[in-house]
């Protein structure tokens, strides 16, 4: 065998799985499709930003131990969000007054009470044929923080992660500083003699055989075939979901057990556009007589639903965030089309196009549904799917595991502390099978 364990993918999942394989004594190569670590943790280094400009994963949501014991290792902590909330009603803003958290968390709630159905069955139901605020609040919601399709998602699969720690309405802080570092440290805390990691890799076969599992890939237009006693695979579940043959996409023979391939088809991938426009200076904390100055998310617009400041960290930048069925009136847009819509929401957010556009200097785009190695934001479990994710955190067999946050329970699926979680779990699996 080349390797004890091959672990196909260097995100947080990808990561912190190889580390605890290689300290545990087995030799492992992690297989990378791109040229850098970190997955959908993916920052911008901008050296003129006062902050960590981050186009992937920007939020520590609740209070997950994992994350927390990671920052702490080499001397990083988080920083809580900002409490003010204000929401654009007839093209003015206007203190948000309500908690949608709250109301949206016990509209959901009554999907315990009845078949798995969709959150917009649910919502109508709800409506009883007179549309809410309330209703409309909980579709944004959904939307936004879920990057998912009401008409699609599970109402109880969102229900029970918005009761646990990462719930919408919970605890949200940031990494002081971004994942950057959290990424660089996982990677120079990789056991160099055990450990090896080949970016520009992208694995397209896995093969399970009677002595453990041969993976084939292509590295910078060269095959590559490695062997190995088990292969954790930790890529996003749109990649697992793509069509034969696409770029970045892996075949597996002999195919998956049919319960497996049917927990994979029940998880969806949110698409999310996000935009991040740096300004010569904040400006819009002077707009309005001041009146946003500590305003730290603005909702209501229809092109980005959603816009936040860095608060309590004073940034020159704001982030625009169109997720869910939002990001998809973006297909097939360009990145300058995002950007102009961006400067067109935040315009019409804080009432003021000119100053906006005067301010404007930079901005960075990035739209997840067009990245080949993810091909979505995060996941979300589909109607009729509730026990998707536990099926996908079991081994295959004895060659093989899944890792990553479409594979995490306990309401952590698509977040930083879930994806960890998976792949320490999948990490202990293998270490405890091969020393039988």
């Given amino acids: 065998m080349d390797y004890d364990v091959v672990v196909i993918g260097a995100g947080a999942a990808g990561l912190i799985c190889a580390r605890t394989l290689g300290r545990a004594g087995l030799t492992t190569l992690v297989l990378e499709a791109s040229a850098r670590a970190g997955g959908?943790?993916?920052?911008?280094?901008?050296?003129?930003?006062?902050?960590?400009?981050?186009?992937?994963?920007?939020?520590?949501?609740?209070?997950?131990?994992?994350?927390?014991?990671?920052?702490a290792e080499f001397g990083a902590t988080v920083v809580d969000d900002a409490d003010g909330s204000f929401t654009l009603r007839d093209g003015a803003l206007e203190p948000a007054g309500r908690d949608a958290f709250?109301?949206?968390?016990?509209?959901?709630?009554?999907?315990?009470?009845?078949?798995?159905?969709?959150?917009?069955?649910?919502l109508r139901r709800s409506d009883r044929g007179a549309p809410s605020e309330t209703t409309a609040w909980a579709r944004r919601l959904v939307g936004g923080f879920d990057a998912a399709d009401p008409a699609r998602a599970s109402a109880r699969a969102i229900a029970e992660e918005w009761a646990g720690d990462a719930a919408a309405g919970g605890a949200q802080s940031r990494p002081l500083g971004g994942y950057a570092p959290l990424v660089a440290h996982l990677v120079r805390t990789l056991d160099p003699a055990r450990v090896h990691v080949r970016y520009e890799t992208v694995a397209t076969r896995v093969?399970?055989?009677?002595?453990?599992?041969?993976?084939?890939?292509?590295?910078?237009?060269?095959?590559?075939?490695?062997?190995?006693?088990?292969?954790?695979?930790?890529?996003?579940?749109?990649?697992?979901?793509?069509?034969?043959?696409?770029?970045?996409?892996?075949?597996?023979?002999?195919?998956?057990?049919?319960?497996v391939a049917d927990a994979i088809a029940a998880i969806a991938m949110g698409p999310v556009v996000k935009v991040v426009a740096r300004f010569r200076e904040p400006v819009w904390e002077s707009l309005g007589d001041g009146a946003w100055r500590d305003g730290a998310f603005f909702s209501g617009d229809e092109a980005f639903p959603t816009v936040w400041t860095q608060l309590p960290v004073r940034a020159d930048f704001l982030v625009a965030?169109?997720?869910?069925?939002?990001?998809?009136?973006?297909?097939?847009?360009?990145?300058?089309?995002?950007?102009?819509?961006?400067?067109?929401?935040?315009?019409?957010?804080?009432?003021?196009?000119?100053?906006?556009?005067?301010?404007?200097?930079?901005?960075?785009?990035?739209?997840?549904?067009?990245?080949p190695f993810a091909r979505g934001a995060y996941s979300y479990v589909l109607v009729g799917g509730?026990?998707?994710?536990?099926?996908?955190?079991?081994?295959?067999?004895?060659?093989?595991?899944f890792a990553g946050e479409a594979a995490a329970e306990g309401g952590e699926g698509g977040t930083v502390a879930g994806a960890l979680q998976s792949g320490l779990r999948a990490a202990h699996d293998a270490v405890a099978a091969l020393a039988r």
């Fill in 386 to 401: 509730e026990r998707a994710r536990a099926v996908l955190a079991r081994p295959v067999d004895g060659a093989l595991a």
């Fill in 102 to 122: 709250a109301e949206t968390a016990a509209l959901l709630r009554g999907a315990f009470d009845r078949a798995d159905e969709s959150v917009e069955a649910l």
């Fill in 207 to 259: 093969a399970r055989e009677a002595n453990g599992v041969t993976v084939d890939a292509r590295a910078r237009g060269a095959d590559v075939r490695i062997r190995a006693r088990r292969a954790i695979v930790t890529v996003p579940i749109g990649v697992l979901q793509a069509a034969p043959g696409a770029h970045g996409a892996i075949a597996f023979e002999p195919p998956l057990p049919a319960h």
């Fill in 321 to 371: 965030w169109a997720g869910g069925p939002a990001a998809a009136r973006f297909a097939g847009a360009s990145g300058d089309a995002c950007i102009a819509a961006a400067l067109g929401a935040i315009g019409r957010y804080f009432g003021d196009a000119s100053a906006i556009e005067d301010a404007f200097e930079v901005a960075y785009v990035h739209d997840w549904q067009r990245d």
């Fill in 40 to 71: 959908r943790m993916r920052d911008v280094a901008d050296p003129r930003a006062r902050g960590a400009i981050e186009l992937g994963a920007e939020f520590v949501h609740g209070r997950p131990a994992i994350t927390y014991d990671l920052l």
